[in-house]
């Protein structure tokens, strides 16, 4: 059997010996172990603290491109509605000289109109007049040559009314 011997108080030169392995190995552990991985971890923190600020300035630089579409596009709106309003108006001016236009056409051919029928009503009054004229003419001619009596004045008058009815008719 394997014989052990439980000593439990160590030997001072061993413990020597072992507290100066482990001292060495410490600080070849820190040397080249903790130093590496302590600069391999702040250079990680770093990164992710850059990272963090670096999300921060985006997300605010995006906050502020937000800020600046929602103004650009408040002013595209008011831009558009005054546009629309505009053309409304100016529409508007339009269809109105349109009208008055139309109202000034009308009218002035209504007045030629007028002055077509007025001329048209004095060349037939002319030609009336010209014809009664002519008819008392030649009524008095009747009359001047044939004055003899009462009953042949009846008669001419009778036969000119005849005379002018058949004319017209």
């Known amino acids: 059997m394997l014989d052990i011997n439980p000593q439990v108080i160590p030997q001072i030169p061993d413990l020597f010996v072992q507290l100066a392995a482990t ?7 820190r040397h080249f172990l903790f130093k590496p991985v302590k600069k391999l971890l702040d250079d990680r923190k770093n990164f992710i603290e850059e990272g963090v600020k670096t999300a921060e300035e985006a997300k605010l630089a995006i906050e502020r491109s937000q800020e600046e579409y929602d103004k650009r596009i408040l002013e ?5 509605s005054e546009i629309i309003s505009q053309a409304r108006m100016y ?3 339009l269809k109105s000289k349109a009208v008055q236009e139309s109202k000034a056409l009308a009218q002035a051919e209504y007045d ?9 009503r004095e060349k037939t009054m002319k030609s009336m007049n010209d014809e009664i004229v002519d008819i008392a003419i030649s009524a008095a001619e009747k009359v001047l040559r044939e004055k003899v009596g009462e009953d ?3 008669k001419m008058v009778k036969s000119l009314i005849k005379d002018l009815e058949d004319s017209y008719e």
């Open 112 to 120: 030629k109109s007028i002055k077509a029928i007025e001329s048209e």
């Open 91 to 93: 529409g508007e001016d």
């Open 152 to 154: 042949t004045d009846k």
């Open 23 to 29: 001292l060495i190995l410490f600080l070849v552990m």
């Open 76 to 80: 595209a709106k008011k831009e558009s």
